[in-house]
Structure formats: C-alpha cells, structure tokens
C-alpha cells in the first residue's frame, strides 16, 4: 500500500471511529469539490428563493463550483427538511428558508418528523422586519397612541394575519400579551388576502412587510407605525422598534442558510465567511432594500443563537397562548 493510501485509509478509519463516513472526511479540507444544491422551501419568487438565488450568483464564481438552487415547498418547510435529511451531511444539500423550520415548527407542530437538533443554523443571510400598520380609521398616529387606544377599547380592534401560526399571528399575541391588548385575530390564506383586506378596511391593522404597504402609506391609505425588530430598520428608521416599548420582543423573520447537523466545520466556516463577505457587496444591498429586507448577515454561532432565543420566545408563547396547529 502506498503512503498515500496508507493516509486516507487512517483518515477514513478515523472518521468511521468519530462516527463520520469517510467520503465526509475526505471532504472537509477541500470543499467543494462537486455542485451544492439548495432546497428552497417556498415556491419559486418568495423571498427565501429570491435571496438564495441572488447570494449564489455571486458565491459561484468565488467557490468555483454550480450552486443549484430547488425550489421544494410543502407541509410548512417538512418536505424540504425531508430531502435534506434523507441527504448525506456532507455539506453539499442545504436548505436556505426562514426561521419557521427551526424555531416554529418543532414548537407549533405535535409530531413532527424532525427537531431543531436535525438541523445546523451555517449562517444568517437577511433579515426581512415587519411593521405594525393600521387603516386611517383606527384615530391614532403614533404607536403610543395605539397602544392607549387598544388597552382603552377591549376586543374593539381586529387584526389580520397569513394565517394560525404565522409569524404574523404570533409577532401580534405576543404584542398583546406584553402590552395587554386584547384584539380580535382575523386569519387569512396569506399576505395576498391580509393586505387587501386592510387596504379595504376589513380589518384594522396587520404585521406587513415593507413593499406590500409603502405605496400605500405614502398615499396614506394606512400607517405605519413600528418595526417588529429588535432595533430600528434602515427601511424606515423614523419609525419606533416594538422592542422600543417592550424589552426584547423580535419578530422580524431572518432568512438563512442550513445543513444537516454533522456537516463538516470547514464547510460550515467556509460557506459563512462566504455569505458574510457576499452581504457587503452594494448590489444585494440595494436589492435586498427594494425588495424590504436588510441585508443582514452572521456566522454559525450567531445565527444558532439567535434561532434558540427565538424558539425559546416562541415555545412559551405558544403555550400561555393554547395554540395548536396540525400538521
């Protein structure tokens, strides 16, 4: 047996003792040597599959590898989650989505085919905030103003959501809940039915994001009047964060890439860098703020850290809150 033999048959008798296929071994110090394909959990132009497509633009010519990007929606995120499990953890399957899969799901969802344990947060890619709008025949200006007019009117105001669960239905109880505003939910099958619904004055107010509602706050058909992220957005920095008011309430959804827990360090480290050095490039950020997102992104551990204080807020919630969903 060559010596070289001799070093990869160490290295693959190594990685079988660490629990580790040898073809992950081999791997790890040359990553990637073959396409990396990118399961998208929303169908074709959501804002998940409009971030990984304009990140892998500019990550191919620097991994010098096709990065192919599939969109598998479905099941809230489960049939993606799925096909990359039922992949090697090799690094080459991923999934890039919201937050939903990681901290949502497991915490929504009884039974579910897999735990955040499965998963492995490789970076944070933007972050898409929320605002608080109401219909101009709410009689407030100023999120203060909302605030007394709400707790002065029990059960008066109805709130829009896309749906049981969402993270618009669970960004608007844990406002009530923090601030003791008791509103009335109004769910609907998506963004597409919410915000008409409220441009027609159905309903007094909904979380929206930036694009679906801008136009129409300038013409004043509604108004915004705060971010649901931990800090003020850069879309409108006049505008209050919620946090402003209540001490660490965030639910801006992030949008970030995943793997399957296991997948090599060096591919996870390569892959972050990457998207942290491709986020500064002017194009996506100016993209990103058309399109209502901050192009906001972080390593693995911070990503990781960001996802557990969100399924920690979201696990309690969901149970003060008695909500139960089917999968």
Do not use: C
């Amino acid at each position: 047996m060559t010596r070289f033999n001799s070093r990869l048959a160490v290295v693959a008798a190594m990685a079988v003792m660490a629990g580790l296929s040898p073809a992950v071994a081999q791997d790890a110090g040359s990553y990637p040597n073959q396409s990396i394909r990118i399961l998208i959990t929303n169908p074709p132009g959501g804002l998940p599959d409009t971030v990984a497509r304009l990140y892998a633009r500019f990550m191919e010519p620097k991994l010098g590898q096709s990065i192919v990007v599939e969109n598998r929606p479905g099941a809230n995120g489960t049939v993606a989650v799925g096909a990359m499990l039922a992949a090697p953890a090799n690094g080459y399957t991923l999934i890039v989505t919201d937050g939903g899969i990681y901290a949502s799901n497991p915490a929504l969802y009884p039974g579910l085919s897999y735990s955040e344990k499965d998963l492995k947060p490789v970076a944070l890619m933007a972050r898409a905030p929320l605002f608080l709008t109401v219909h101009p025949k709410v009689p407030v200006k100023t999120l203060d103003e909302f605030i007394a007019y709400a707790r002065a009117n029990p059960g008066k105001l109805n709130y829009g959501s896309s749906g049981v669960g969402s993270v618009h239905h669970l960004g608007m109880v844990a406002l009530g809940r923090a601030l003791n505003l008791d509103m009335v939910h109004v769910p609907f099958k998506g963004t597409g039915e919410s915000v008409p619904a409220l441009l027609g004055g159905h309903i007094d107010l909904l979380y929206s994001a930036f694009p679906s509602l801008s136009g129409a706050a300038n013409t004043k058909q509604v108004l915004m009047l705060a971010a649901n992220s931990l800090q003020r957005s850069t879309l409108a920095p006049d505008l209050p964060a919620i946090s402003e008011r209540v001490p660490g309430y965030d639910y801006a959804p992030s949008i970030g890439l995943y793997g399957k827990t296991g997948m090599p360090d060096a591919a996870v480290q390569k892959l972050a860098s990457l998207i942290m050095e491709v986020s500064k490039n002017k194009e996506i950020i100016d993209r990103f703020f058309a399109l209502g997102t901050e192009a906001t992104a972080g390593g693995a551990d911070q990503f990781e850290t960001l996802l557990k204080a969100e399924s920690v807020r979201i696990r309690e919630l969901v149970k003060a809150a008695n909500i139960q969903m089917k999968q």
